[in-house]
């Protein structure tokens, strides 16, 4: 499946982004699907997963790092899972990529290794830009 992040841009601390993954066809029904961020000059860090309804009930999984301010949340009949980004700080600003897997277990293993536990389809990021 293929996956295309959109709606990042420029917001002031304390402002909010609602950022969409869509995929491209309904098999992303089956996956789970995560967002991860990279800022410039750190690592890829896993933020965020939803799992699939049809295998692990629809479960959300958040990094300490946004949990309480960022909700992941999908739409299997438009293909697109959200993510809303609220009281955003400097420190988020980030491209923010989403992948989907297969894998059931997924959303736990990103929660524990991140990126290295691999992925099935990845999609372009798009940009946060949180400044003053």
């Known amino acids: 499946v293929q996956l295309q992040a959109s709606g990042g841009g420029s917001v002031q601390p304390g402002g909010s982004l609602r950022l969409s993954c869509a995929a491209s066809?309904?098999?992303?029904?089956?996956?789970?699907v995560g967002w991860f961020r990279q800022a410039p000059g750190k690592e890829r860090e896993w933020i965020s997963c939803?799992?699939?309804?049809?295998?692990?009930?629809?479960?959300?999984y958040y990094s300490d790092s946004v949990k309480g301010r960022f909700t992941i949340s999908r739409d299997n009949a438009k293909n697109t899972v959200y993510l809303q980004m609220s009281s955003l700080k400097p420190e988020d600003a980030a491209v923010y990529y989403c992948?989907?897997?297969?894998?059931?277990?997924?959303?736990?293993?990103?929660?524990?290794?991140?990126?290295?536990?691999?992925?099935?389809?990845w999609g372009q990021g798009t940009q946060v830009t949180v400044s003053s």
């Open positions: 992948a989907a897997d297969l894998r059931t277990l997924i959303c736990a293993q990103w929660k524990l290794s991140g990126p290295k536990a691999g992925f099935g389809s």
């Open positions: 066809d309904s098999s992303f029904a089956n996956s789970a």
């Open positions: 939803v799992s699939s309804p049809s295998r692990s009930d629809g479960f959300t």
